[in-house]
C-alpha cells in the first residue's frame, strides 16, 4: 500500500512539470508571445529601460578614474 | 603599467558597480516580482491581460539583464582591483561603496523612469508620487551614508596589503 502511494506521489510529481510545460504550447500563450515583438515603441522602451543603467555606467567610470590613477607607474 | 590607488582607493568603483547591481536586483525581485507593486511598463501598459503582463514581464528581463551586467562589471573591476600593493580594503569604506551604488541607482532610476519618462511608479495609486519621492528620499539617504563612510578621513593612513614575512 505505501509503496502504491509512493508510486501515486512520484507520478504526480514527475508529470506536473510536463503539465506546466504544456502551456507555453497553447495558441494564446503564442499569439502572447507574438504579439510581445510588435511593439511600436520598442526603441523607446529599450531606451528608457538602459538610460539608468548608462547614466550610472558613466559614474562607475568616473569613480573608477578617481579611485586609481593611470599616470604612474608600479612602485 | 599598473594604476596607482588615488586616497579613495581601488575599491570604490567595483563596490559603487555591485551596489547599482544589487539595488537593481532588489528593485526587480523584491518590488516587481515578489511584492508585484509594479513592473517595467506598468504605467504605460497596465498589466491587465495576457500580453500585456507578458510585455511587462519581457521588459523586466530586460531591465535584470542590465542589473546583471552591471554586477558582472564590478566583479570584474574588483578582481583587478585586487592587485594593488596599496589597498585599503577597510569593510566600512566598501560598505559605503555599495550603499552609494544602491542609493545612486536609486535616484537615477527614480528620476528617469518614475518622474521623467513615467514608465511606473513604486506604488501605484492614490499615493503613488509620496511612494516615489520615498524611494528617491531612501536613496538619497544611502548615498549620503555611504559618503560619508568611504570619504578620505584626516589623520587615517591608507591601510597597506600584509606582506609575507621574508
Given amino acids: 500500500m505505501n ?38 515603441s520598442f526603441a523607446f522602451h529599450l531606451g528608457a529601460t538602459t ?9 562607475v567610470l568616473a569613480l573608477h578614474r578617481l579611485g586609481t590613477s593611470s599616470s604612474s607607474g608600479d612602485r | 603599467m599598473r594604476a596607482r590607488p588615488t586616497r579613495y582607493g581601488p575599491y570604490l568603483a567595483p563596490g559603487v558597480a555591485l551596489g547599482i547591481g544589487m539595488g537593481g536586483f532588489v528593485d526587480g525581485i523584491v518590488l516587481h516580482q515578489v511584492a508585484q507593486w509594479h513592473n517595467m511598463l506598468s504605467a504605460r501598459i497596465p498589466p491587465v491581460d495576457l500580453v500585456a503582463m507578458k510585455t511587462n514581464m519581457l521588459w ?30 577597510d569593510t566600512s569604506r566598501f560598505v559605503g561603496a ?3 551604488g544602491w542609493g545612486s541607482f536609486n535616484v537615477v532610476e527614480g528620476v528617469l523612469d518614475h518622474h521623467l519618462l513615467g514608465l511606473h511608479h513604486v506604488h501605484p495609486g492614490r499615493d503613488e508620487l509620496a511612494w516615489d519621492l520615498g524611494f528617491l528620499a531612501f536613496g538619497a539617504l ?14 587615517v593612513a591608507p591601510r597597506h596589503r600584509r606582506t609575507a614575512p621574508a
Fill in chain 1, 3 to 40: 509503496r502504491l502511494l509512493a508510486c501515486a506521489v512520484l507520478g504526480t510529481t514527475l508529470a506536473a512539470p510536463s503539465l506546466a510545460r504544456a502551456c507555453p504550447d497553447c495558441a494564446s500563450t503564442i499569439a502572447a508571445r507574438a504579439a510581445l515583438w510588435d511593439d511600436p
Fill in chain 1, 51 to 59: 538610460a539608468p543603467f548608462v547614466v550610472l555606467g558613466a559614474l
Fill in chain 2, 60 to 89: 523586466d528581463g530586460l531591465f535584470h539583464v542590465f542589473a546583471w551586467l552591471m554586477t558582472a562589471i564590478g566583479i570584474a573591476l574588483l578582481f583587478r582591483a585586487r592587485g594593488h600593493a596599496e589597498s585599503d580594503r
Fill in chain 2, 98 to 100: 555599495l550603499a552609494i
Fill in chain 2, 142 to 155: 544611502l548615498v549620503v551614508v555611504g559618503y560619508l563612510l568611504v570619504r578620505p578621513r584626516r589623520g
